[in-house]
Nanobody, 131 residues
Framework: QVQLVESGGGLVQAGGSLRLSCAASGRTFSRYAMGWFRQAPGKEREFVAA????????????YYADSVKGRFTISRDNAKNTVFLQMNSLKPEDTATYYC????????????????????WGQGTQVTVSS
């Protein structure tokens, strides 16, 4: 069982930055694919970013939605069981509840990592960007 706890959300003006954190329980954190998703009121949950750690080379592969590419950065600290989402140049359309997700089975497929069928989910953290 993996528990995920997000933090770092808040209210920010357009053009500002926020850094979301997701703390995970469990001793095999490095083996999990980690993702960030978001859901705005009345909309479906959508993929934001994902990171898959390659244990053999000690590097992570990252994936981004086109809407956030160049503005958001996903990273992970396996020693601290934490994944981060650095969000810069925020826009009002980034307003949503952001969810952290983990999955022990997903590999390196771009399409697979973008799907919403992750095994574990956090409770979400609200991000509001004012214009």
């Amino acid at each position: 069982q993996v528990q995920l706890v997000e933090s770092g959300g808040g209210l920010v003006q357009a053009g500002g930055s926020l850094r979301l954190s997701c703390a995970a329980s469990g001793r095999t954190f490095s083996r999990y694919a980690m993702g960030w998703f978001r859901q705005a009121p009345g909309k479906e949950r959508e993929f934001v970013a994902a990171i898959r750690w390659n244990l053999s080379i000690g590097l992570g592969t990252t994936y981004y939605a086109d809407s956030v590419k160049g503005r958001f950065t996903i990273s992970r600290d396996n020693a601290k069981n934490t994944v981060f989402l650095q969000m810069n140049s925020l826009k009002p359309e980034d307003t949503a509840t952001y969810y952290c997700a983990a999955d022990p089975v997903k590999g390196y497929s771009d399409l697979d990592l973008r799907r919403v069928d992750y095994h574990y989910w956090g409770q979400g953290t609200q991000v509001t960007v004012s214009s």
